[in-house]
């Protein structure tokens, strides 16, 4: 790896500039100054008009962050005015539209808009969105022109900031560190460059870099609250059959980009070390899912941008590879720190971009070179792993390991599994009432609460557990309140209806308005005793 | 008795069973000179107000009200469909003379880490504060309990009734009840007519603690009529009271007695037998409470 070089070489090896690019790329005519300079006033001006957004004025620390964004870059642009003045050269534009950007955006769009559907929030969230995209392209603008570079207009940032708001919102109170996570992206991508294969191109894929130092931070600072990073990981299955509809839109990624071998070893690859830990310990590894649907959009749109991953076919499969076990290994360390596991997906991906070259040199290498080869065009052996791909998936969704129930769906499994002693079942276990007790389940938190006045399943922590009961207590559920009065004799009672329609939604299926009935019937499906007893006693 | 002789009775009493923690025995009208110390500006935090305990002596009383004879009670105040009023065995325990007041409640929620509703601490000082759920006056009982047994200044008595295994918690609605209206079956804990000077209702908003004078109350306990609701410790359910199995259907939704009637209710809902409920997790203006020393 190299520092980015100086100026002059990288204009030499960069694409779109005077020397050594090709003719698509070179920049159009450089408009005069005052021409361009409109747009990054025209961005800052726009961002200060999100910030009348209802949602932003309701909150002082909303407000300041667009604020302080907004004053920056206006400060920026002064700054880069006055030097103008001094330097006879003007800020340079080009217009470069790249296939691979503009999918993207589409496909990301289709994500938002299918997945807002079902959770709201991300609706709510476009504004905010919006004004990422107006900070990041003046930023990016304004970058390129401090530096004496062209800056190329495209749809370059918009896939960087919507992959990172896939993945990672602070909440409005440190909205400021959003905007800042944009710009260590977009910093990241413009930054940090080396020579590969003749051109100066980006280390790190620019979403995961950002995405992953500040989930470094957030994890060393156990300051994971301070975003919602949770909620987004785990309202994807909110939206039905979202592998299917992420797996349709892998393939258009897959037949344009070539993206095939990369996202499938990956998927088999957790898949199969899934399977062989639910074998080994009779408990699912990933508690809901043989692939976390977050991980799986993670393998189709985080990690396979083609300028940070491997050339040839050996190579992507083998970064494939090399990031299934990345997550596998990420999601066991995160559980051992205690850390919330939605970082999993993230935190390798710096790391294998990282040993591209090493990974390209090794495939090229006498040893792992193929003893035989296939003779097929790239796009004939593109698609020949895309029908595996399709096989692939299609067998594991007949055997419903995607979208259809799973067996770590069911709380009393998981109870049944800590009493048996499995491995991690008794943490999953408390995970899981966790998960439900921030839902509102009365049930949930009582329980929780028990295990923290018991001190079997946890260390004892009194204080903890009186405020579980006290909020078991204010979701109604009248063992919580009982043990307010009496803590040291805990109380519980089966789950009433309202928890049944948190406890049961599985990945997300809302069932508000299920009729009783139905609702017990599930739950008996569940594993749940009671609700068996209670159907075959007759009641509703 | 005559009206005269009982407040004579009531201020005998007083003085020999109050169990003044916060500074002297004092009146029924007015704040503690303890609590005048702690609500002041030069209050060193963190001073806890402790509250003036009066005790309500074991024996029987009349709890509930027949709406056949009196028109003013509610049907959930009926004893049984073949009993209009029953009577009830409590034992001693002590009744806090005030409401809790907001600065009281202020120092527990600097004094720990239990997250309170900011309206909580947004009234004046020495007003009962409102703005509280069931678990939040059950955890200021806690604390409460405990800041009596550490702090060096609090009354060697109460000290001494902890030791022996008496708690800090909400009375019962039936101590509640005894306590505002004596043994008597009293309407209001003055006597038998609604009086404006006597408690605060029919008002737009809370007093402070005390305000209202009441020497005709059986143990000289302020505002057990009006100002807040107070939360007890009895979830709701329909009468005879059963103090020995004076515990909810496990699978219902949860509902708490509470007790007391506010500043903006009607003289009907402020008398001694009315009984209200809420969602424990209510956090309202017109709900508050008050601590009782019991032995359970």
Known sequence: MSRAPKAPERKNARPGTSKGS????????????ARVLWMPLALTMGLALLAFLPRVQANASLSWSFRAAVAGLLVWQGVLLLRMRNAPAAPQLAVTLRANHYVQVVVQLALFAYWGWYWRPIYDQAGLIA????????????LAWSRGEPYRLGFGPIPIIFSINIFLWFRDDWFYLQFLMVAVGLLGKDLLLWHREGRMRHIFNPSAFTLTLFSIALIATNATDLTRGSELASTLTLAPNFYTLMFLAGLVHMYLFSITLMSAVAAATIFGLSAWYAGLTGVPYFIDSEIPAAVFLGLHLLFTDPATSPRTALGKALFGVLYGLGVFASYEWL????????????LCVPLLNLIVPAIDRAVRSAPLRLPWQLHWSPMTANLAWMAVWIAFFGAMTAAGKTDGRHVGDSLPFWERACESGRRHACQTLIQIETSYCADNSGWACNELGRHYMEGTLVAPDREQALTLFARACEGRFQPGCLNLLAPDTPQTANPRALDLRLLLRERGLNLMEMAEPDLYARACEHGWAFACERRAGGLP | MTRRGVAAAAARYLLASSLALGGGAGGAGAPRPGMEAVLGAQAPSPAVAFPDFVEIPGGPFVMGADPATDPSAFDNERWSPAQGTGTVEASTFYLARHEVTVA?????ARASSWRVDPQALAGPPSHPVAFVSWPDALAYCRWLEGEVRRAPEAPARVKQLLAEGWRVTLPTEAEWEKGARGTDGRRYPWGSEPRRDRANYENRGTAAVGTYPCP???????DM???VWEWTGSPYQPYPYDASDDRANLEADALWVMRGGSFGDQARQVRGSTRGAADPGARRAFIGFRVALVKR
């Open chain 1, 22 to 33: 090709a003719p698509a790329d070179r920049p159009a005519p450089t408009p005069a100054a």
């Open chain 1, 131 to 142: 004004a990422q995209l107006l900070f990041g392209y003046a930023f990016q603008m304004l």
């Open chain 1, 335 to 346: 559980n051992a720190l205690g850390a919330p596991t939605f970082y999993d997906k993230l």
């Open chain 2, 104 to 108: 009281q409640f202020a120092a527990f």
């Open chain 2, 216 to 222: 005709e109350c059986p143990y000289g306990l302020a």
């Open chain 2, 225 to 227: 009529s009006g100002n």
